[in-house]
Every structure is written in C-alpha cells, then in structure tokens.
T-cell receptor, first 110, second 111 residues
Framework: QKEVEQNSGPLSVPEGAIASLNCTYS??????FFWYRQYSGKSPELIMS????GDKEDGRFTAQLNKASQYVSLLIRDSQPSDSATYLC??????????FGTGTRLLVSP | SQTIHQWPATLVQPVGSPLSLECTVE??????LYWYRQAAGRGLQLLFY??????ISSEVPQNLSASRPQDRQFILSSKKLLLSDSGFYLC??????????FGPGTRLTVL
C-alpha cells in the first residue's frame, strides 16, 4: 500500500463547475496535510494546509480532512481553465517525513 | 519575504560528466533544505535533506551527493552522471517540520 494515494486522472470538469480531488493516506499518526498545485513544466506551489478534522476554506479552495477515514480532499469551486494543473497531496507522517502522492491531473474545459 | 533560487534552469549533460546544482534561500535563517527529483510522469522522490550546515541525510543510495556549506545554500553533485539521472530537480525549504516551499527547479537531461 502506498503511503499517499491519489487517482492520476485526468479529472475533466467544465468551466464553472466544482472540481473534487481526493487523497488517502496510510499512516494514522499523520498530523499535517498539504495540497500543492503544479503547472506543466513548473515547480509545485503550496495552495492549502490543513491540520484538524473538518473543512478549511480559502477563496475558491476548500480542503477537507477526515482523520478517522484517513482521507483528505480539495474542492475547487467555480473552476477556471487556469486551474488546469496537477494537484499533489502531501502528508506529514508520524515519522516527521513529508510524503507526496503522485498527483491528480485536472483539466477544466471552457 | 522568503525566496528560493535554483540554477541553472536547464542543463544537458553527457553520460559520465560531473554535475553541480545550486540552491539558495533568502529571507530566512536556519531553514531545513531538501533536494527532490521528479522523473517524467512520476512523483516527487526525496533525495537529501539537511537541518543545518554540514548535516546531510540521504534518502536514496545513488551516485548523487549533497552538501550544505552555508546556512542558506544547498548543493547537489555527482561525479559521473547516468542516463537515469535525468529529471526535474527541485530544491525546497521549510522552517522546522512544516510545509515546504519549492524553488523553480532545474531540468536535467543526460544524453
């Protein structure tokens, strides 16, 4: 079992729709969770951090964490073509190691 | 504010040649520093991390090495490049064990 798992996609959504990106992790001792956005050919950019169960909203982005289910998600409301990118989930494990998923590619069509 | 620089941006090197990639961070002190490699279509692989000057931890045994000669400088080196060393090399920093911030990366092609 991979430490951090994401569906590779692509996830295709029309402009204006809600994009839902999911991530599961294996280490129950994990405490911190991050979402990065990576445009093609560019480096990852941190867009959200979440540390406690529930929702955290920042503009059009909402991160959701459920530690009991070992599940973290990212919702993007009113998706724009400029949101088309690969989204990486990262988990700080109980061993204080940041582990990245392989990413989900999101395509937002005009 | 903090900024992180990497150079060169792109590099094409023959097999067996040496390598030196440099990363510097501005606007912070005593950061943790990291080197990652991202091969085409694959995830981020942690290569090395450093919590202080001269302190290097290796995650994956290979023909690469890292050094931290100054607090905000991190260098990735190789004496002889292999074809499998091709990839996108990313330097990152963090304060403590927390979110990491990435530099612009170096795209290395070994021919």
């Amino acid at each position: 079992q991979k430490e951090v798992e994401q569906n590779s996609g692509p996830l295709s959504v029309p402009e204006g729709a809600i994009a839902s990106l999911n991530c599961t992790y294996s280490d129950r001792g994990s405490q911190s969770f991050f979402w990065y956005r990576q445009y093609s050919g560019k480096s990852p950019e941190l867009i959200m951090s979440i540390y406690s169960n529930g929702d955290k909203e920042d503009g059009r982005f909402t991160a959701q964490l459920n530690k009991a289910s070992q599940y973290v998600s990212l919702l993007i409301r009113d998706s724009q073509p400029s949101d088309s990118a690969t989204y990486l989930c990262a988990v700080l494990t109980g061993f204080q190691k940041l582990v990245f998923g392989t990413g989900t590619r999101l395509l937002v069509s005009p | 504010s903090q900024t992180i620089h990497q150079w060169p941006a792109t590099l094409v090197q023959p097999v067996g040649s040496p390598l030196s990639l440099e990363c510097t961070v501005e606007g912070t002190s005593n950061p943790n520093l990291y080197w990652y490699r991202q091969a085409a279509g694959r995830g981020l692989q942690l290569l090395f991390y450093s919590v202080g000057i001269g302190q290097i931890s290796s995650e994956v045994p290979q023909n690469l090495s890292a050094s931290r000669p100054q607090d905000r400088q991190f260098i990735l080196s190789s004496k002889k490049l292999l074809l499998s060393d091709s990839g996108f090399y990313l330097c990152a920093w963090s304060l403590g064990v927390n979110e990491q911030f990435f530099g612009p990366g170096t795209r290395l092609t070994v021919l």
